[in-house]
């Protein structure tokens, strides 16, 4: 059986980043689907590029794809500046809103736009959605039915299998003018080319300059608050976690774990991952004992759903060794501390994870470089081409 390192290596051996840059705003255009990997942390964008450049393709040929990777590495430093961007505004603030309850017709994916419909339904169904769909439902969420941005982010967030603080509220902030000079608006003549329908006579069969007097068409009328409830996160996962802890290595004791925790010695590390850093290449020697985190501070203030937690959990098999806890960071060192009281801990560097202590390791970046706050991706991407060349 393949190992998943070989199964995405054979996915980025596939890639044809020519036809990625010129098809892939379609929603059937020839994409990555990378992204539930990487933003878990199982690879990184570098990694991905460097594959892709090892197989001898020019830059020309690349380049449109190195910028959409590199603009996850851009929201990932936005990020770093502004630790609660989930929460504010980043740049403006819009004034358009009139509620934060979000549409039933959004949430259920019954608002009559046939493309946005099955997007939402494959989003509640899968847990993914096309980044041309995304930014549809982000805009009709935010700039035709008027819903502050952050309660469509936060149920979108809840959904996906790549759900990502940086990318998800910035893209929603951007979309809606909070992180960006305007307002995103797409009409359904848009919508049917991107989609590849024929859809007429909805509510966006219209010219773009009607959209800054548009009425909050009636279907969205019917609000419900989207609540990321505090439970919600701990009912989702699986009885066994919410009892704190489980041995996830086929037929592993927890014993066995306990006493290879005992024998670590001082100078050696104890790796601990989050649904942030779960790289399959980091620390993952066959005898090393290893922590899965699922940080209950992180995933009270942004749940995810049952499917992305399976999902997570399904990738912690990839580890040898893991043990998975589910507690905030004290918690953890608590108990860590009752095994071994000089236990040292290693994790890799996450807005979200701060207060994290022990050795911390940088994440892998494009460009490890340009680490300063850029107010727009062209600064960033600008700043990029100057050191590539
Ligand atoms: C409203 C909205 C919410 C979003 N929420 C998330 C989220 O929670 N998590 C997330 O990973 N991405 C998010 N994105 C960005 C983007 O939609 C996804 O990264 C992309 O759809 C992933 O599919 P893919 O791997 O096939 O991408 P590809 O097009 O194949 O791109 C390759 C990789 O580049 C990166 N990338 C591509 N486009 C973007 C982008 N616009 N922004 C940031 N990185 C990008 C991703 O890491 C992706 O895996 C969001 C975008 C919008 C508009």
Redesign the pocket.
Known sequence: MSSLIEILNKRIDSIDPQAYGKY?NFIDGP?????PY??RGVIS?RYVLESLKAKGYSWNQLER?AQ??S??DY?QRVYQHHPHLAANNVKNNPQHFVSNDIPKAISQGKTGILAIDQGIKTLLSEGVM??HM??YV?MLTTNIARTHWKSGADW??YH?L???IA??YL??QW?CGAFSSKQYFANQENINRYTKLQQTNTFLDCEYEEFAEMEVPEIFMNRELWVSGDENSENNLPETIQLKMENLNNGMELSTWIQKLKNLSQEEHLPVYTVYNMDVQWYNHPNLPKVLLLDSDLLKKHPMSSKTLNFILDLSREFSNMVCYYGNWEELQQWLNTIHPKVNCVYKEHPSSKHYQGKKEERDWIAPQITKYFPSFFGYWKAYEKLKN
């Open positions: 892939r994409v990555t689907q990378l992204s990487i933003s964008t794809l959409q990777l603009w996850r929201f096309h980044n995304r930014m982000a979108m967030y996906l790549d759900a990502d990318a998800n893209s929603w979309v």
